[in-house]
C-alpha cells in the first residue's frame, strides 16, 4: 500500500489556469506539507497543517491554498498558473512532532 | 535554523562504507541533525536523525562530533542502490521551516 499518494503525477498546463493536485496519506499521520523542489533542486517547504488546522505557511504567492478536507487529505489549488511555477510539488506527512516524514512521489508541474 | 554545508558530490565502491560528512557549525543546543536521501525522480526518503549521541538503524550510522559542530552519515556496505543525493539539515522540531539541498550527490560505482 502507497503511504503518501500525490495526483497527478505529471501536470502540463497553461498560463493562467487553475489546478490542483491532491495528496493522501493512510499512515494515520495528523500533520502535512507541501514542498516545491526548483529546478537547481532546492526542496522548500511551503505549508504545514496539523489536524486540519495551518501552522506553517512560508511565503509563497497567494495564488497558492491548500486545503485539507481531513486529515489524512492535504490538496494544493495553484491559481493563474505562471511559468515559475514550473518544478515538483511534494507532498508529505508525519505524526505531530515527531522527526520522520514520509514524502509522496512528487507531481512535475509544467507551465507553458 | 543552523546552516549546514556539504561536498557536493562522492564516490564509493560497492560493498565499501560510505562516509558522507555535513558540516553545521552553528548549530544550537536544541537542534537536531536529521539525514534524507532522494532518489532520482523520488520523494526524499527520511535515514536517520541524532541530537548528541551516536545512532545507528538498519539503513545507516550517524556519528555527531562532542561539539556537535559536524556529523558523519555512514552506510555500512553501500549498493548501487544507494545512489543518491543525500541531503543534513538540522531543525528544532518537523514544524521547522527548512530547506533541503544541495546536498551531496553520491555515486555508488560497480
Known amino acids: 500500500d502507497t503511504a503518501v499518494s500525490q495526483t497527478p503525477k505529471y501536470l502540463v498546463t497553461q498560463m493562467g489556469n487553475d489546478k490542483s493536485i491532491k495528496c493522501e496519506q493512510n499512515?494515520?499521520?495528523?500533520?502535512m506539507y507541501w514542498y516545491k523542489q526548483d529546478s537547481k533542486k532546492f526542496l522548500k517547504i511551503m505549508f504545514s497543517?496539523?489536524?486540519?488546522?495551518?501552522?506553517i505557511n512560508e511565503t509563497v504567492p497567494n495564488r497558492f491554498s491548500p486545503k485539507s478536507p481531513d486529515k489524512a487529505h492535504l490538496n494544493l489549488h495553484i491559481n493563474s498558473l505562471e511559468l515559475g511555477d514550473s518544478a515538483v510539488y511534494f507532498c508529505?506527512?508525519?505524526?505531530?512532532?515527531?522527526?520522520?516524514?514520509?514524502f509522496g512521489p512528487g507531481t512535475r508541474l509544467t507551465v507553458t | 535554523d543552523a546552516k549546514t554545508t556539504q561536498p557536493p558530490s562522492m564516490d564509493c565502491a560497492e560493498g565499501r562504507a560510505a562516509n558522507l560528512p555535513c558540516n553545521h557549525s552553528?548549530?544550537?543546543?536544541?537542534?537536531?541533525v536529521y539525514w534524507y536521501r532522494q532518489i532520482h525522480s523520488q520523494g526524499p526518503q527520511y535515514i536517520i536523525h541524532?541530537?548528541?549521541n551516536n545512532e545507528t538503524n538498519e539503513m545507516a550510522s550517524l556519528i555527531i562530533t562532542e561539539d556537535r559542530k559536524s556529523s558523519t552519515l555512514i552506510l555500512p556496505h553501500a549498493t548501487l542502490r544507494d545512489t543518491a543525493v543525500y541531503y543534513c539539515?538540522?531543525?528544532?522540531?518537523?514544524?521547522?521551516?527548512?530547506?533541503f539541498g544541495p546536498g551531496t550527490s553520491l555515486s555508488v560505482i560497480p
Open positions: 508529505a506527512s508525519s505524526q505531530g512532532d515527531f522527526y520522520e516524514q514520509y
Open positions: 499512515l494515520g499521520h495528523d500533520t
Open positions: 497543517y496539523n489536524n486540519k488546522e495551518l501552522i
Open positions: 552553528t548549530i544550537s543546543g536544541n537542534e537536531y
Open positions: 541524532g541530537l548528541k
Open positions: 539539515i538540522s531543525r528544532k522540531t518537523s514544524y521547522d521551516k527548512v530547506i
